[in-house]
Antibody, heavy 118, light 106 residues
């Protein structure tokens, strides 16, 4: 079955760029939307954006100027870059597979905690 | 953005109880509404999509209903493994989630 696994630094300095990768196993990137969602400690969920397997992207307008999602089909991976981070970006970051135009998240990674601190 | 408000924020119930969680949208979202279950330290799990469609593999004691602005998630007979936090998510426009409803053991 399809599984997702996030990887990347657990600590990022303020004003730096947060970079995470999601590796997809048991399936390919084809025909689905691949998303990033985050959850600050003790708080709710926030959708960051997605990339369709064709390469088209969509981002949450509240973060659009800081977020970039890309893919590497040869490695079956997709990635998140979040620029100019602050403490407010401290969260568990999840990657997820979505269908129905990227609206329904049916498979999630386990999540990775990223702390923004000097 | 469309705001999603869940009620109650927390709920205590016993095994075997029937439980209903409500989600209200700040504007009409037709049936563009999903429900997720999240256990502590785990990723969310899709339960219901398109307001009332049961995700494959999810027990039939879970059901969803509603359209427009008001939606409900019902668990017909609570099981020990159902104690978790539940989130609604609207997919009508920029994706947003409710603040969550924590279901605890009474």
């Amino acid at each position: 079955q399809v599984q997702l696994q996030e990887s990347g630094p657990g600590l990022v300095k303020p004003s730096d760029t947060l970079s995470l990768t999601c590796t997809v196993s048991g399936g390919s990137l084809s025909s689905y939307y691949w998303s990033w969602i985050r959850q600050p400690p003790g708080k709710g969920l926030e959708w960051l954006g997605y990339i369709y397997y064709s390469g088209s992207t969509s981002y949450n307008p509240s973060l659009r100027s800081r977020v970039t999602i890309s893919e590497d089909t040869s490695k079956n991976q997709f990635s998140l870059r979040l620029n100019s981070v602050t403490a407010a970006d401290t969260a568990v970051y999840y990657c997820a597979r979505a269908h129905s135009s990227g609206r329904i998240f049916d498979i999630w990674g386990q999540g990775t905690m990223v702390t923004v601190s000097s | 953005d469309i705001q999603m408000t869940q009620s109650p924020s927390s709920l205590s119930a016993s095994v075997g109880d029937r439980v209903t969680i409500t989600c209200r949208a700040s504007q009409s979202i037709s049936s563009y509404l999903n429900w997720y279950q999240q256990k502590v330290g785990k990723a969310p799990k899709l339960l219901i999509y398109a307001a009332s469609s049961l995700q494959s593999g999810v027990p039939s004691r879970f059901s969803g209903s509603g359209s427009g602005t008001d939606f409900t998630l019902t668990i017909s007979s609570l099981q020990p493994e159902d104690f978790a936090t539940y989130y609604c998510q609207q997919t009508y426009s920029t994706l947003t989630f409710g603040q969550g409803t924590k279901l605890e053991i009474k």
